[in-house]
T-cell receptor, first 111, second 112 residues
Framework: GESVGLHLPTLSVQEGDNSIINCAYS??????FIWYKQESGKGPQFIID?????DKRQGQRVTVLLNKTVKHLSLQIAATQPGDSAVYFC??????????FGQGTTLQVKP | SQTIHQWPATLVQPVGSPLSLECTVE??????LYWYRQAAGRGLQLLFY??????ISSEVPQNLSASRPQDRQFILSSKKLLLSDSGFYLC???????????FGSGTRLTVV
């Protein structure tokens, strides 16, 4: 079936550096992608989204890139801060309304 | 504004007992609704989703069922809980492409 996978389970970065979290998706019919941040004991929080007709979208300190040719999604966090430490998930919305998550990447920010 | 309510926050149930978790959404109509389960340190496993009243799609064969008796109400149930049903259960809603999909605060279920 469809799946959303992440390349790296854990990413450790120095405070102030930029972080890049990657995600591969398998359903070429998916038309909407979302990045979530999850802190311990809480539900996932929306960070940024992108539609399949775009290849880049920027928010505050975050950028999402979409490469439909290789079915790859990435989240870039600029000037990573200790408060960015969390687990990050990508999710894809299929044309049937199914929202599937990847396994997640733990981001550790070192002071 | 739209809000999602999920309760209870924590639940401890004995093996073999029934389960009913409720999720309700306010401020929207005809949302897509979702139930996920998350094991400690793991990703979110999609259990059920619904794109309309009475329409339930099951993703994983298991000891659970879901129902959508009203447009903005989604219920996760079990007749007899197993130890393996323990986990963090999350409800979510969304309304199509371009709208953020929002999660409830989750229910931590421990089956003993």
């Amino acid at each position: 079936g469809e799946s959303v996978g992440l390349h790296l389970p854990t990413l450790s970065v120095q405070e102030g550096d930029n972080s890049i979290i990657n995600c591969a998706y398998s359903n070429s019919a998916s038309d909407y992608f979302i990045w979530y941040k999850q802190e311990s004991g809480k539900g996932p929080q929306f960070i940024i989204d992108i539609r399949s007709n775009m290849d880049k979208r920027q928010g505050q300190r975050v950028t999402v890139l979409l490469n439909k040719t290789v079915k790859h999604l990435s989240l870039q966090i600029a000037a990573t801060q200790p408060g960015d430490s969390a687990v990050y998930f990508c999710a894809e919305l299929s044309n049937t309304g199914k929202l599937i998550f990847g396994q997640g990447t733990t981001l550790q920010v070192k002071p | 504004s739209q809000t999602i309510h999920q309760w209870p926050a924590t639940l401890v149930q004995p093996v073999g007992s029934p389960l009913s978790l409720e999720c309700t959404v306010e401020g929207t109509s005809n949302p897509n609704l979702y139930w996920y389960r998350q094991a400690a340190g793991r990703g979110l496993q999609l259990l059920f989703y619904s794109v309309g009243i009475g329409q339930i799609s099951s993703e994983v064969p298991q000891n659970l069922s879901a129902s959508r008796p009203q447009d903005r109400q989604f219920i996760l149930s079990s007749k007899k809980l197993l130890l393996s049903d323990s986990g963090f259960y999350l409800c979510a809603w969304g309304t199509g492409v371009g709208r953020s999909y929002t999660f409830g605060s989750g229910t931590r279920l421990t089956v003993v």
